[in-house]
C-alpha cells in the first residue's frame, strides 16, 4: 500500500449505489473533489479517498454499506492518511449512527450539502476525529456545482430535486426533501453547454419531473420545457424520467409527439394495478387513469417504448390484487418492466401496515410477474425484427461485446441493441450513430447482425476516442484545494476537458 507522494495530488474513488438521481450525484462529487485538486485513482491503486453515494430505498441497503465498510477497514489500516466519506439518502437517514457503526469512517454529509464535502475531509484530516453534516434542506442547487461527466455522448441534467408525494412505501422525500425547481434558463444553459462539448444525448431528471413548475406557478412549464429543448442546435436526443401519472398532461404527450428530438419512449412507474394498493400506496391515481394515458401516448406516437417501476407484495395485497396488475401489464404492453418485492423500510407508513405478506408468497407472484412481463417484452421486441433502428453507440452496455464482436448502444426508443460493425470495425467510436437492421429479439435486447446500413462520425466520438469527458463548470467560494496545483491549460484548449 501506498500513499500519495509528497508534492503529489490526492487521488479518490467514488462508489454509487441507486437511482439515476444519485449516479448524477456521483458525478458532481467527482467535480467537486477534482476542482479542489483531487484526481480520480487508477482502477488498480488504492485511493487516498474513497467515498460512498448511498441509497436506502432497498431494505439490504444497510447491509451492503456496512459489508463494504467493514472490507475496506484493513485496506485503511495499511494506507496511513486514507479516508472514507459517506455520502446520499442512507447517510441522510443514518446520520451519526454510521459512524457509531463503523468509527473508521472520516466523513458522513446528506443529500443536501453535497457541496461541502472538501472542506469536511480537509477538516476531518485536520482535526483527525470524523466530521458530520446533515443539513434539513437544501444549501445550494445541486447543478451549481461543478461536474466531471462519465460519458461523452449522453449526460444528466436535474430540472429539480426532491418530492412533494407522500407515497407510503419511499422514503425519499424524508431524505431529499420537498421539490425545488431550477429556473428553465438555467436547465437550457446546462444543456447547451453539454452540447457545445458533443454531447448528443441529455436525460431531463427529477423525482417527479412532470409536476416540474409547482414551485413557480406553472403547471405546463415542463411541455414546454420539452419544447424549448426542441430548439438546441446539436441536441439529438432528449429523455426525461420519472413522471408520475398524477400529474400526467396532454400537453406533455403533444410536446413529445411534436418536438422531433424529444425521444418517443416513456418511463411511467406503475407500482400495482390493483386500485386498493394504489389507495393503500397513497399514489393518487388508478388504472383505469393510467391505462388511459398510455392510450394517448400511443394514439399521438404509435411507435412509443413504455416502461415502468411495479412492486410486488405491498402489505395487504391480495391474489386478486395481484391478478389485476398482471391484467394492467398485459394491456399496457411494456417493452420493459423495473420489477421489486416490496421492501420494509423503517420510517415509512407502510413499514408499520398490517398484513405484510410472508416472503414465500412475495417470491412466487414475483416470479409470475417476471414470466408475465417477459413474455410480453419479447412479443413487444420480436415486432421490430426486419426494421431499422437509429443506435447511438454506448460503452459497457453490452457486458459480452468481446465475446461475441458485437457493439451496444441504445435505439432512439431505449431498447438496448447489439450490433455487428462488419466492415466498419475498429472505425465506429462510442458516441458515433448507426443505422442498423434488427435480426433477432431477445426479452431484454435486440440484435443486429447484418452490415450497418450507415455510420455517422460525431463530436462525440471524436472526444470519446481522444479520452475526453466533458466538465460543467461550478463556482466555489472559499474551499479549499488539496495537492499539487492544477497545470496550467495547453494552448489553444478552451474546453475543460480531459
Known sequence: MTTAAAGSPRTYQVRTYGCQMNVHDSERISGLLEQAGYVRAADSADPDVVVFNTCAVRENADNRLYGN?????????????MQIAVGGCLAQKDRGDIVRKAPWVD?????HNIGSLPVLLERARHNAAAEVEILESLEVFPSTLPTRRESTYAGWVSISVGCNNTCTFCIVPSLRGREKDRRPGDILAEVRALVDEGVLEVTLLGQNVNSYGVEFGDRYAFGKLLRACGDIDGLERVRFTSPHPKDFTDDVIAAMAETPNVCHSLHMPLQSGSDDVLKAMRRSYRSERYLGIIE??????????????????????????FQHTLDVVREARFSSAFTFQYSKRPGTPAATMPDQLPKQVVQERYERLIACVEEITWAENRKLVGETVEVLVAVGEGRKDEHTGRMSGRARDGRLVHFAAGSLAGRIRPGDIVHTVVTYAAPHHLNADGEPLAHRRTRAGDAAEAGRTPRTPGVLLGLPTIGAPAAAPAPGGACGCD
Open 296 to 321: 394517448k401516448v400511443r394514439a399521438a406516437m404509435p411507435d412509443a417504448a413504455i416502461t415502468t417501476d411495479i412492486i410486488v407484495g405491498f402489505p395487504g395485497e391480495t391474489e386478486p390484487d
Open 107 to 111: 466523513v458522513v454529509f446528506g443529500t
Open 69 to 81: 465498510l467493514g472490507h475496506l477497514r484493513p485496506v485503511k489500516d495499511k494506507h496511513p492518511g
